[in-house]
Each structure stands twice: as C-alpha cells, then as structure tokens.
C-alpha cells in the first residue's frame, strides 16, 4: 500500500532540534509533492511546510519560518524536515503527505498520508 512513513519525533527541550523523517514506502517520492502537517492536542490540523515535486519549491506556515527547513532527498527517497529552535507550541503529532505529480509549487491537498510521529517540546 502506498503510504509515506514518519519518523525521528520524539521528546525535547525548548530551544532543542529535531529532524523528522518522511520515506516512502511503495512508491518513488520524485513524482510527489510532500506536506507537513500537524495537529497538537485539542486543536486542528495545520499545514507547516512543503516542498513541490518538479522546482523544489518550498512554503512554510508564518509560525515556523526561519525554524523548520524542509528538504528532498530523491536518492534516498526521503523528504526531512528539520526543526530548530523549537518551542511548547511545536508540540504535537507531525504527519507526512503526499500527492503525485509534477508540481511546479506546493499543492493544497494531497492523497496519501502517514501515520505520524509525535514531537512533544517540553518548556
């Protein structure tokens, strides 16, 4: 089943780095353009970053712009996205997605999703 895969959440103080993962599994992410979303407790989900498939073009979410890098590594069939200088207010489950496709910028929807990993930041 085609499925992206997330990991590399975990636990971490404020002001801390992580670099969560996004595999494919079962398909080529080349032809993908890739989301990051996340959803803290109680709240919606939100888009943070993507990336499209064909320019490479990047979109961050205004609360995380200068933070998160999002990035593609087509040969190891990898999105990243890394995070820096986290806060409390990152906390929550990051999900990956994908939609295919040659994008020239991001998407707004996308077909596959993963089925997240959480990042707590504890302040």
């Known amino acids: 089943q085609l499925q992206p895969v997330e990991s590399g959440g975990g636990l971490v103080q404020s002001g801390g780095s992580l670099r969560l993962s996004c595999a494919a599994s079962?398909?080529?992410?080349?032809?993908?353009?890739i989301g990051w979303f996340r959803q803290a407790p109680g709240k919606e989900r939100e888009a943070v970053s993507c990336?499209?498939?064909?320019?490479?073009?990047?979109k961050y979410a205004d609360s995380v712009k200068g933070r998160f890098t999002i990035s593609r590594d087509n040969a190891k069939n990898t999105v990243y996205l890394q995070m820096n200088n986290l806060k409390a207010e990152d906390t929550g489950i990051y999900y990956c997605?994908?939609?295919?496709?040659?994008?020239?910028?991001?998407?707004?929807?996308?077909?596959?999703w993963g089925q997240g990993t959480q990042v707590t930041v504890s302040s």
């Open positions: 079962g398909f080529t992410l080349d032809y993908y353009a």
């Open positions: 990336i499209s498939s064909s320019t490479g073009s990047t």
């Open positions: 997605a994908a939609r295919h496709g040659m994008f020239r910028q991001c998407v707004p929807e996308y077909d596959h």
